[in-house]
């Protein structure tokens, strides 16, 4: 008998730990919700030049990292130097003909005041003088777009950050617009984390997380909850699923939530599309 009440009281309390440990982990799931289906993410630049024209030098190569300001390439410079030379020469030419018109109309109008020459004739000059300052204005705005494009000719980076997809060669003729490589900016991260509809009612913006990158399992980041997506992945998908047919089946839906790195450590650098693991506390 006693070994019985032994065994009885013994499987009694592994019950109950196993009881005990359920309970606990489900309140544990309850306020500290987690997803490993989280992916890194930064701001990304398309390089992009405004005129188009030949590469002509090439500063930096694929995955470097570079800083803001830095010249990454130039386009041939050759004729839009030409086309700055061009304009200048009319903007001299269009001011030094309405310097002399401006005398001409200074003459004749106090003739006309006068009554030495017809009121026709003023007004021709007058004329021909505002004619001519209208094309000194168009001569230096074709000036202020010619240096413009220039300028445009050496290309900068925008931020710090990697240089990605880079694939231009010395030689290659680029269209304006047209983006040529992409630009990873390094000093703002964060995690888009897909958290299933039945964890979403406990997580607030503000909230603490943490994030485990799967590049480095052992380093814990610290983040913040910084915003809610208002409708689920499947909903911006290109084909989003049609429920009203008469084979239906619930699936659960996933919600992004954006986590911010709050500590980004130099000694970890991230990459962007890496996985993550990330929980947030709702307490």
Wanted: hydrophobic share 40%; proline share 5%.
């Amino acid at each position: 008998m006693e070994q019985k009440a032994k065994r009885f009281w013994l499987v009694f309390a592994g019950i109950g730990v196993i009881v005990f440990a359920a309970h606990s982990y489900s309140l544990y799931n309850t306020y500290f919700p987690s997803t490993d289906d989280a992916y890194l993410q930064a701001d990304v630049v398309n390089i992009a030049t405004q005129v188009s024209g030949p590469v002509d030098h090439i500063y930096v190569k694929d995955h470097q990292t570079v800083y803001g300001k830095q010249l990454l390439f130039t386009i041939d410079p050759t004729p839009f130097a030409a086309a700055l030379r061009q304009s200048q020469a009319n903007v001299a030419r269009a001011q030094a003909q309405l310097d002399t018109q401006a005398k001409n109309t200074a003459r004749i109008l106090p003739l006309v005041k006068n009554g030495q020459l017809s009121k026709s004739a003023g007004d021709d000059a007058q004329g021909q003088l505002d004619q001519l300052t209208a094309a000194l204005n168009v001569a230096e705005a074709e000036l202020a777009s010619a240096q413009l494009n220039l300028l445009y000719t050496q290309i900068y980076a925008p931020s710090d950050g990697f240089i990605t997809n880079f694939v231009l060669r010395a030689g290659q003729f680029v269209q304006a617009g047209n983006p040529q490589f992409a630009l990873i900016e390094n000093h703002h991260w964060w995690v888009n984390a897909n958290f299933k509809e039945t964890d979403i009612a406990r997580i607030k913006i503000g909230q603490s997380a943490s994030i485990y990158v799967d590049t480095y399992p052992d380093v814990k980041f610290k983040g913040t909850v910084e915003g809610i997506s208002r409708g689920s992945g499947a909903a911006f998908s290109l084909l989003p699923p049609e429920n009203a047919t008469g084979n239906w089946v619930k699936v659960t839906q996933r919600f992004p939530v954006r986590v911010d790195f709050v500590n980004p450590n130099p000694k970890y650098p991230l990459r962007m599309g890496a996985s993550c693991e990330v929980t947030v506390n709702t307490q």
